[in-house]
C-alpha cells in the first residue's frame, strides 16, 4: 500500500526556519518524481515545489523560489522541504504529492495527508 | 502562467441529480487536464486524469471531457458521499496551476 506521511510541521515565527518531511512506503520512491502543494486555511490547492526521481532536477513557484528548498534521501524513502524566512502567508497545510506520468499527460496519483505550518508571531 | 478558472464556485444539488462543473485554461492545454475531490480535513482525491480518464477506483459515475481550453466534470447521479470540494489542474506547463475549487453542498 501506497503511503506517503509528513512531519516538520507546527507553530513558527515570521522570518523563521521550518524542515518539512514526506517519509513514502510501498513503492519504490526512486522511481518518482514528487512535488510539495499547499492550501491556506479555507482557500484552494497552490502548487509549491517539485524534484526529480534522482535529485537532480528541481522547480519552485514564485512565492517561494530563493526561500524554499526541495531534496530528496532515496536511500531513506523521503522527500524534504526546507522552508526559511517564513511569512504569514507561508502559513497552509502542505501536501506532498506522488507525480505519474501516463502517455505525456501528469497527475497526483498519492498524496500524504498533510501537514500544517502556522507563521505567526 | 496558466490561469484555470472553474464554474461556478459553488452549487447546491440534491442526492439523484446530475451535477456539471466547468474549468477553462486561459491558454489551450490540449488534454492535459485533471479533476481531484476534496473532502473537509482530507487530502484531495485523484478523480479523473488526461481530461477524460477515470482513475481506478472511481465510481463511473464520474467522467470528463473536453480539451483545449474548455472541459467539464460531470456527476452523472450525485450520491452522499460526493458532497465534496472539486479542483482541476492543469499539467500541460510548470507551475502546475489549479482551479479556484467548486464546492458541491446538499440542497
Known amino acids: 500500500e501506497v503511503q506517503l506521511v509528513e512531519s516538520g510541521g507546527g507553530l513558527v515565527q515570521p522570518g523563521g526556519s521550518l524542515r518539512l518531511s514526506c517519509a513514502a512506503s510501498g513503492f519504490t520512491f526512486s522511481s518518482y518524481w514528487m512535488h510539495w502543494v499547499r492550501q491556506p486555511p479555507g482557500k484552494g490547492l497552490v502548487w509549491v515545489s517539485r524534484?526529480?526521481?534522482?535529485?537532480?532536477?528541481?522547480g519552485y513557484a514564485d512565492s517561494v523560489k530563493g526561500r524554499f528548498t526541495v531534496s530528496r534521501d532515496n536511500a531513506k524513502n523521503t522527500l524534504y522541504l526546507q522552508m526559511n524566512s517564513l511569512r504569514a502567508e507561508d502559513t497552509a497545510v502542505y501536501y506532498c504529492?506522488?507525480?505519474?506520468?501516463?502517455?505525456?499527460?501528469?497527475?497526483?496519483?498519492?498524496w500524504g495527508q498533510g501537514i500544517l505550518v502556522t507563521v505567526s508571531s | 502562467d496558466i490561469q484555470m478558472t472553474q464554474s461556478p464556485s459553488s452549487l447546491c444539488a440534491s442526492v439523484g441529480d446530475r451535477v456539471t462543473i466547468t474549468c477553462r485554461a486561459s491558454q489551450s492545454i490540449s488534454s492535459y487536464l485533471n479533476w481531484y475531490q476534496q473532502k473537509p480535513g482530507k487530502a484531495p482525491k485523484l478523480l479523473i486524469y488526461a481530461a477524460s480518464s477515470l482513475q481506478s477506483g472511481v465510481p463511473s459515475r464520474f467522467s470528463g471531457s473536453g480539451s483545449g481550453t474548455d472541459f467539464t466534470l460531470t456527476i452523472s447521479s450525485l450520491q452522499p458521499e460526493d458532497f465534496a470540494t472539486y479542483y482541476c489542474?492543469?499539467?500541460?506547463?510548470?507551475?502546475?496551476?489549479f482551479g479556484q475549487g467548486t464546492k458541491v453542498e446538499i440542497k
Open positions: 489542474q492543469q499539467s500541460f506547463d510548470t507551475p502546475r496551476t
Open positions: 504529492a506522488r507525480d505519474r506520468c501516463s502517455g505525456g499527460s501528469c497527475y497526483y496519483e498519492y
Open positions: 524534484m526529480n526521481s534522482d535529485g537532480s532536477t528541481t
